[in-house]
């Protein structure tokens, strides 16, 4: 069992948004790898980042992405840092993956100013273009296809993405 689709990107992108649309309309279940940590851990990934630190957060998101994959056959989200693993990296690159691309302009207008995001802490829109520095070549590395997000509202990207499986690409 694999996901039928996965997605990534930064925070903002838009990844839950869409991946609860998508799995309504392909009729599968929605899965979101931080909220499997989250219900693990029984705390919040803020809390898990202050209390035990990012590297203890970073093995807890490898550990929940490779379940996640072997066990969930819908729509998975991953956590804007899962990437940053070679290992998860590695095991996208078997799944069809859907980098979600935004700008760090419309992500900061997305996600707010005073959100309880470890990685954005500080000058959210700063932080959002430097996670996108960062992390944009990894993305692109496990993207099975890249869809913009900036402009269009979430069920077009949703529309976008059946068509994408419909073309054949989920495999």
């Known amino acids: 069992m694999s996901p039928r689709i996965v997605l990534v990107g930064v925070p903002g992108s838009g990844k839950t948004t869409v991946g609860e649309l998508l799995s309504e309309r392909l009729g599968v279940a929605f899965r979101d790898t931080d909220r499997d940590i989250e219900n693990a851990e029984g705390r919040s990934i803020s809390d ?3 209390d035990s630190g990012e590297p203890v957060f970073r093995a807890l998101e490898k550990a929940a992405v490779a379940t996640a994959v072997a066990e969930h056959d819908g ?3 991953l956590g804007g840092g899962a990437v940053l693993d070679a290992d998860t990296r590695s095991l996208l690159k ?3 993956t859907v980098w979600l691309h935004v ?3 419309q992500g900061a207008k997305r996600v ?3 959100v309880p995001r470890p990685v ?3 000058n959210v829109r700063g932080r959002l273009a430097a996670l996108l520095t960062e ?3 990894l993305y692109n590395e496990v993207a099975s296809t890249t869809i913009d997000t900036d402009t269009r509202d979430p069920q077009a990207v949703v529309d976008e993405i059946v ?7 989920d495999e």
């Open 75 to 77: 729509v998975l989200s």
């Open 112 to 114: 707010g100013l005073d």
């Open 103 to 105: 700008s760090a302009a």
């Open 48 to 50: 898990i980042f202050v």
């Open 94 to 96: 078997e799944q069809p």
């Open 135 to 137: 992390r944009g070549p």
């Open 120 to 122: 954005l802490l500080g």
């Open 163 to 169: 068509e994408w499986l419909a073309a054949g690409h």
